[in-house]
């Protein structure tokens, strides 16, 4: 267990409509990244969230966006669900600095119909 | 585009033997690079991480890094069935500046057959 949880684990959506996710990080962590992994192909990173504020961004749209709590949990929202949207995903933890490691929730499976 | 690259397999290899899993990265200056296990349906698990050129070993695992040829791979020994599993080399790239925004390969798919 990597102390990072995530909900819910499965989401049913229908094209067009809005989904939030969720996710706590693993306790003294002070960075938390998402990303969306497509079936066969590797995680592919969204954006990452530290000291509340986006630090980076993957080639996600607009409609993408997140928040970062002051207990460094943090929400992913992806507004007019398209069909290619449908794939897990994930939300890593990690501290800042050199030579440090990111430790990944279960991962949220959403399928777009 | 900085990419990370791998086969995506299947690797066969029979219980006992040892499993070399291969990676190349297209940035120069990379410095971090992670192996993670995933099972089917799951999450990644971080098994390794390496920072330094040479071999770093971890039990049955061993990370090698070679940054003049710009390959990280991964030896399992003694390989069991319940190995089998997806692969994934991740690096930490520069622009990333210790932040551990990821970039990820496709993985490779290793099957450890009894």
């Known amino acids: 267990e990597t102390g990072v949880t995530q909900s819910p684990t499965h989401l049913i959506k229908t094209r067009g409509q809005q989904v939030t996710l969720r996710c706590s990080s693993q306790?003294?962590?002070?960075?938390v990244s998402w990303y969306q992994q497509a079936l066969g192909q590797g995680p592919q990173f969204i954006f990452q969230?530290?000291?509340?504020?986006?630090?980076g961004r993957g080639n996600f749209p607009p409609r993408f966006s997140g928040l970062q709590f002051p207990n460094y949990s943090s929400e992913l929202n992806v507004n007019a669900l398209e069909l290619d949207d449908s794939a897990l995903y994930l939300c890593?933890?990690?501290?800042?600095?050199?030579?440090?490691?990111?430790?990944f929730g279960q991962g949220t499976r959403l399928t777009v119909v | 585009q900085k990419e990370v690259e791998q086969n995506s397999g299947p690797l066969s290899v029979p219980e006992g033997a040892i499993a070399s899993l291969n990676c190349t990265y297209s940035?120069?200056?990379?410095?971090?690079f992670f192996w993670y296990r995933q099972y089917s349906g799951k999450s990644p698990e971080l098994i390794m991480s390496?920072?330094?050129?040479g071999d770093k070993e971890d039990g049955r695992f061993t990370a090698q890094l070679n940054k003049a040829s710009q390959y990280v791979s991964l030896l399992i020994r003694d390989s069991q069935p319940s190995d089998s599993a997806t692969y994934l080399c991740?690096?930490?790239?520069?622009?990333?500046?210790?932040?551990?925004?990821?970039?990820f390969g496709a993985g490779t798919r290793l099957a450890v057959h009894p």
């Open positions: 890593a933890s990690s501290l800042v600095g050199r030579d440090t490691e990111a430790f």
């Open positions: 306790s003294g962590h002070n960075t």
């Open positions: 969230y530290y000291r509340e504020e986006e630090n």
């Open positions: 940035d120069r200056v990379s410095q971090s």
């Open positions: 390496i920072y330094s050129n």
């Open positions: 991740a690096e930490d790239p520069p622009f990333s500046g210790g932040y551990n925004k990821l970039i």
